[in-house]
Every structure is written in structure tokens, then in C-alpha cells.
């Protein structure tokens, strides 16, 4: 629709989770409207989360070192693993202030449709933590969906030999939700009412 730079830019910009044609259109004006100090920080704050966020050797959460903070810190309990798909599940969870455990992010879930196997996953990483014996309970906090319903079915198949207890969110999360727009109070009783597999 338009010449060069500006149709590859809003090419770009849509490529993004959630941006649309129109929305990737206005963010184009946007940034080109805007004055050049604050395209180039952005431009620089780009870059800079690319060369130096990684993921928590541990558990796969996103960080800045080579442990996360929740990894880190000594007052969280090995005894209770929460298994997340995403990064931005943690978010959502610790908005709770409930959960004093610790996380294991998967990297997304089991989609035979779009290829995704468990083994494009971070099942054996999980299964690694869980042979220290520390733990004696699994939560699985996927997503309530499809994808997220074949992984918790899958997990609780492999853990089922293990002596450890395995969980899930209890209702209140709607079916074909994503956990990082669930509100407070609903994730929180989610986490409550929370059953055996």
C-alpha cells in the first residue's frame, strides 16, 4: 500500500502478537511522527533486551543473569514446581501473592497442528529438577485450551510413577483463556481450589 520503508515497516510492526494491519499501520505514523530521540532510544532499548535478557538456567524464565530472581531466592520453596507455559505466566501468577514455590516455563505447549511435539518443550529439564527428590508436588498451571489440556494430559501420564502429587488450577479460568489476562482475584481462587490429575 505504501512505498518502501514504510510498507516494510508496518510489514514488521504486524508481525507482532496481537497487531493487526490497522493497529501496525498507526504505530508506523506513530513512530514516524514521533520526534528522533525517542525512535532511537526505543531502537536502542530493542536492541539492548536482544544481546543481554536470556533464560533462567533453572527454570526457563526470562532474566537478565543467569539465575532469575525467583531462582534466587532463598525464601522460595523447592517443595511446590508450578509449570507454566510462558514467561508471562509467572507474571500473572506472582500478581497473586500467593504462590511461594518455584516456576518451570515449558516454552509453550503440546500443538500437533502447528508442530510442536514434547520434545520442543522443556520437559526434560523438568523431569531432571524433579529427580532431586526436594519436590512433592507438581501444580500444572497451562493454559485452560486445547494445547494446554494435551500438556497436562501428557505431564500427568509421565509423572503418574513418580511420588510426587500433581495438581492443576481449580475452575474460574474460562476455557480458551490466556492465564496473563486472567484478574487477580479469579487466578487466586483458581490457585485455591486447585485439584489432584
Do not use: W
Not at 6 to 11: K, M, S
Not at 23 to 28: E, T
Not at 100 to 119: C, E, F, N, Q, T
Not at 140 to 158: F, H, K, Q, V
Amino acid at each position: 500500500m505504501y512505498e518502501g520503508i514504510v510498507q516494510d515497516l508496518i510489514d514488521e510492526l504486524g508481525k507482532l502478537p496481537g497487531i493487526g494491519p490497522k493497529s501496525a499501520q498507526r504505530i508506523a505514523f506513530h513512530l514516524l511522527d514521533a520526534d528522533d530521540a525517542s525512535v532511537r532510544r526505543l531502537a536502542e532499548v530493542l536492541v539492548t533486551v536482544k544481546d543481554t535478557v536470556r533464560f533462567c538456567e533453572i527454570c526457563g524464565n526470562v532474566s537478565a543473569t543467569e539465575r532469575c530472581r525467583i531462582c534466587s531466592d532463598p525464601r522460595r520453596t523447592e517443595e511446590v514446581i508450578c509449570v507454566v507455559e510462558e514467561s508471562k505466566d509467572i507474571v500473572a501468577i506472582e500478581r497473586i501473592r500467593e504462590f511461594k514455590g518455584r516456576y518451570h516455563v515449558l516454552g509453550g505447549a503440546i500443538d500437533p497442528i502447528g508442530g510442536i511435539g514434547p520434545s520442543d518443550l522443556r520437559i526434560t529439564e523438568l523431569m531432571k529438577r524433579l529427580g532431586s527428590a526436594k519436590t512433592q508436588e507438581v501444580i500444572l498451571a497451562l493454559d485452560p485450551n486445547i494445547e494446554g489440556e494435551a500438556t497436562s494430559s501428557y505431564l500427568s501420564r509421565l509423572l503418574a510413577p513418580m511420588e510426587i502429587t500433581v495438581t492443576r488450577l481449580a475452575s474460574g479460568l474460562p476455557v480458551g483463556g490466556d492465564l496473563d489476562y486472567a484478574d487477580e482475584m479469579t487466578l487466586g481462587r483458581a490457585f485455591t481450589g486447585r485439584r489432584a490429575v
